[in-house]
């Protein structure tokens, strides 16, 4: 009876699947999230624009890969408010595997997660596309995360880059994910500033992005 017991024991613990932390990207048709997003937009020849507004993304489709897994089909809808119509506005994809989870955001790849997912865990974000080499880092992990009024017990942040140069070029970007959930919260700061000899170091922003996306909704059709 105590060898039962024991090879019992032993069987449940080494068969049970390695957690490699995939429900921090999950996709499956029918998935969608909605979130509200702030944007200010600079330019050198008109007064900066502000824009608020809700973004919808929707898994409608998927399809069999060349890696033997699934691409989905990720259809994106903006409204200016609860109180206003979805308006279809670009489709993106994405695709998941042991290896690491990629979006392809119009034209451009780009490595969102790497699994398994591990503390400190550093990969090239543009492995799939032809822009430099972009290190993206795991800096928090396995922490609660509050977003849209939700708490998320066990989220990860992608600190995907911080430059902190506020005098030619501040470029901070960073994705917190959610375990089981997805993406809940997106930055993006990409501003350049003024470098001629009347304005250089005072932080007059020329052109650039302040870019907020936190998610207020989510579920499965």
Not at 47 to 53: D, H, V
Not at 129 to 144: A, L
């Amino acid at each position: 009876m105590g060898l039962g017991i024991l090879v019992a024991a032993c069987t449940s613990d080494e068969f049970k699947p390695a957690d490699r932390g995939l429900d921090y990207f999950p996709l499956k048709t029918g998935l969608y999230h909605i979130y509200k997003v702030d944007s200010i937009g600079y330019s050198e020849v008109a007064e900066p624009e502000t824009l608020a507004y809700e973004l919808m993304t929707e898994v409608t489709d998927s399809f069999p890969n060349p890696e033997g897994n699934f691409t989905y089909v990720i259809s994106r809808f903006k409204r200016l408010d609860s109180t206003s119509a979805w308006q279809n506005f670009d489709t993106w994809s994405a695709r998941v595997s042991n290896r690491e989870a990629v979006v392809n955001e119009g034209a451009v790849s780009f490595v969102k997660l790497v699994f398994p997912v591990v503390a400190k865990s550093v990969w090239d974000g543009n492995k799939f596309n032809s822009n430099d080499t972009d290190e993206y880092e795991i800096t928090v992990f396995q922490q609660p995360y509050m977003a849209g009024g939700m708490t998320f017990e066990s989220a990860i942040t992608v600190e995907q880059e911080n430059n902190e140069d506020f005098i030619v070029f501040l470029d901070e970007r960073k994705e917190v994910y959610a375990r089981g959930v997805g993406l809940v919260y997106k930055e993006i700061t990409q501003l350049q500033y003024c470098v001629e000899d009347n304005c250089r170091g005072q932080q007059i922003i020329e052109r650039g992005t302040i870019y907020k996306q936190e998610l207020i909704e989510y579920g499965n059709r």
